[in-house]
């Protein structure tokens, strides 16, 4: 337009109207990229267990993001790379339709992810993405679950050991993903499709509870009428 314009001029122009350098507006956030591609994503990390007896478990696990589905995919006391790469495999081999169409994983830089887990994944057509070193946000949706089962079922649970802890994690994941609501789901379990009722409104039949846990997890039913 035949106008010229110095550096400063620009970087004032761009510092009063809230801009930031050339380039950096046009990327997509992580935030952005997990909302856009959850269909495709499955996370996957650990969360420790320590039992009655002061014996260390180690629990591995995958979150589907868009449906919010849990897959527990093992306890053991020793998680060593090979312990890892079988329980994916045994994934792939049990998942069925639900891992189809996935196209990334994500997963932290823990050494117990060795480069044969990786190729499992790579195989199928999977794309491995590290999160940074100490950025446990950047796979909140696997930590936020981990946070869900503490605070709803493993704080209040005297572990004895491994086959009592895999029972209690069996039990708790059902109840998760069959009949605890999500608010990010609008109120529906990862597995159902139908949706809650609304509040205020009124609908035929008795509420039945039933108890999971010894009573620790209720789950409500309407009794047909």
């Known amino acids: 337009m035949g106008v010229s314009a110095s550096a400063t001029t620009i970087r004032r122009v761009h510092s009063e109207e809230g801009l930031g350098p050339a380039g950096s507006r046009g990327g997509t956030s992580w935030r952005a990229f997990l909302s856009n591609q959850a269909h495709a994503i499955l996370a996957t990390d650990f969360f420790t267990v320590d039992t009655v007896f002061f014996r260390r478990l180690y629990v591995l696990f995958f979150i589907e993001l868009d449906t919010r589905r849990v897959h527990l995919a093992g306890v053991t006391s020793k998680p060593t790379g090979p312990w890892v790469t079988q329980q994916a495999r045994n994934l792939f081999l049990g998942g069925g339709d639900a891992l189809s169409g996935r196209k990334f994983l994500i997963r932290d830089r823990d050494s117990k992810f060795t480069g044969p887990f990786d190729e499992i994944f790579a195989s199928e057509g999977i794309e491995v993405i590290k999160t940074p070193v100490r950025a446990p946000k950047a796979n909140a949706h696997a930590e936020r679950f981990v946070g869900t089962i503490r605070r709803e079922c493993l704080d209040w649970t005297l572990v004895l050991g491994r086959r009592h802890l895999e029972s209690v994690l069996n039990e708790y994941v059902a109840h998760y ?24 409104l009124e609908v035929a039949g008795r509420v039945r509870r039933t108890d999971r846990l010894g009573g620790l997890v209720h789950e409500y039913h309407r009794q047909a009428a």
């Open 177 to 200: 993903n069959s009949h605890r609501p999500h608010r990010s789901l609008e109120l529906i379990a990862p597995t159902r499709t139908a949706k809650v009722a609304e509040p205020g």
